[in-house]
């Protein structure tokens, strides 16, 4: 059974940095296509920024140049590193996996089966 933890969420004000971790366990037939995914009270959830099974990466625009993914296959662990946030960046974070997915598609989130319970994150101005 797959299981994903996220840590590492907090309140930080505008301007500061914050790295997200999530745990993998269990097992996947092939290395997983992994992202980050954010949700504020009211609003749908989004893509933030993707890795794919070669290490490519992906991010929405919203935070290119602020945030980097990144993954250690050898500890099973996603990192979401932070920096410059912003009050907009508030939400809950999760992190999700999947076995196969479109590369055009790693942002859009039905295509995850696998997902963690999230860790909020604030930024206050």
């Known amino acids: 059974q797959v299981q994903l933890v996220e840590s590492g969420g907090g309140s930080v004000q505008a301007g500061g940095s914050l790295r997200l971790s999530c745990a993998v366990s269990g097992y996947f037939y092939s290395r997983p296509f992994m992202a980050w995914f954010r949700q504020a009270p009211g609003k749908e959830r989004e893509g933030v920024a993707a890795i794919a099974r070669d290490g490519s990466s992906t991010y929405a625009d919203s935070v290119k140049g602020r945030f980097t993914i990144s993954k250690d296959n050898a500890k099973n662990t996603l990192y979401l590193q932070m920096n410059s946030l912003k009050p907009e960046d508030t939400a809950m974070y999760y992190c999700?996996?999947?076995?196969?997915?479109?590369?055009?598609?790693?942002?859009?989130?039905?295509?995850?089966?696998?997902w963690g319970q999230g860790t909020q994150v604030t930024v206050s101005s």
């Open positions: 999700a996996a999947d076995s196969s997915i479109a590369t055009r598609l790693l942002l859009v989130p039905a295509q995850y089966h696998y």
